[in-house]
């Protein structure tokens, strides 16, 4: 594969369906599919759900998806085509699942320089939108940590973008290039604090999440703190004034994620995770043996 996939009839070859009705795509020796984790505030209801990459081999071992994004950072077409179809994936199984809230969703920079140099930057994703259905308000772009040639640029794509509606979200602040210089040009709804910080902060390394903190006040961005494991990080997190958690303790990663209303889904007891489903809720959407369950 030399060529970037840079239209919806171009990705379709590469999208299936399984038995269950679950869409994956298969690129190269790679099936890609999807897993939701829930992002809930902290009374424990659901803000939304963050759309997660399961990476097999064609053989059909589990792999590590950092590994293999990260072994694809300088094979430019590879990361973006990865990139492409997994978010299209993402999408539709997301419409087919029917959650009524709201979806986070990862893009590398680097494709959506590829879309600017095009002029087709909003065509895809809203086209996409608009075929299954999906209002661009649900929907939250989340910007990886990688670096980008161009910063100027993928400022400007993103503030098009929300002019359709689409929200914004930087990822694992602190990490990579999720820097202070992106964060205050982008202006994101959301700013996702990594688990780095909050584990440094623990440790009595406090300037960074209190640099964090302070960085999203300035903008009026949403804070949502990563990686809550347990009861004590929850209970920091919050002490913090985080608008929003996730991690482990408040919902793991599932293909097929169950969802109650708002009011209705509250935080698990201390250790009381359930694994595969939004905690504390139970539908009969879960799937605990689905050929799509997460590694």
Do not use: W
């Not at 209002?135 to 100027?152: G, N, Q, R």
């Not at 997190?237 to 303790?249: S, V």
Request: charged share 20%; proline share 6%; with cysteine.
């Amino acid at each position: 594969m030399n060529n970037i996939l840079r239209a919806g009839q171009e990705l379709d070859p590469y999208i299936r369906r399984s038995e269950d009705g679950a869409f994956f795509a298969t690129y190269k020796d790679f099936v890609l599919k999807s897993a939701f984790q829930p992002i809930v505030t902290p009374d424990g209801e659901i803000f939304a759900f963050e759309a997660l990459l399961r990476v097999e081999h064609a053989s059909g071992f589990c792999l590590d998806t950092g590994s293999v994004i990260e072994s694809y950072l300088e094979h430019t077409v590879d990361l973006i085509n990865v990139d492409r179809l997994s978010r299209n994936v993402h999408l539709r199984n997301f419409a087919r699942l029917g959650l009524p809230t709201n979806l986070f969703i990862n893009v590398t920079p680097i494709a959506l320089l590829d879309s600017a140099a095009r002029q087709d930057t909003e065509s895809l994703l809203l086209t996409t939108l608009s075929a299954m259905n999906l209002s661009p308000s649900c929907i939250y772009l989340e910007v990886l940590e990688h670096p980008c040639d161009d910063e100027h640029c993928l400022t400007r794509i993103l503030h098009s973008l929300r002019r359709h509606g689409v929200k914004v979200a930087v990822d694992d602040y602190g990490m990579g290039a999720s820097s202070m210089s992106r964060t205050t040009a982008m202006r994101p709804d959301v700013l996702k604090i990594s688990k780095p910080l909050l584990d440094s902060y623990v440790a009595g390394d406090t300037q960074p999440m209190i640099e964090a903190l302070s960085v999203a006040a300035a903008i009026s961005a949403q804070v949502l703190i990563e990686g809550i494991e347990d009861q004590p990080s929850c209970e920091l997190a919050k002490a913090l004034g985080a608008d929003l958690l996730q991690g482990y303790f408040t919902g793991r990663p599932c293909s097929i994620p169950a969802y109650r209303p708002q009011t209705d889904c509250k935080l698990l007891p201390s250790g009381a995770v359930s694994e595969g489903a939004v905690t504390g809720s139970v539908s009969s959407l879960t799937v605990p043996n689905s050929p799509f369950y997460p590694c």
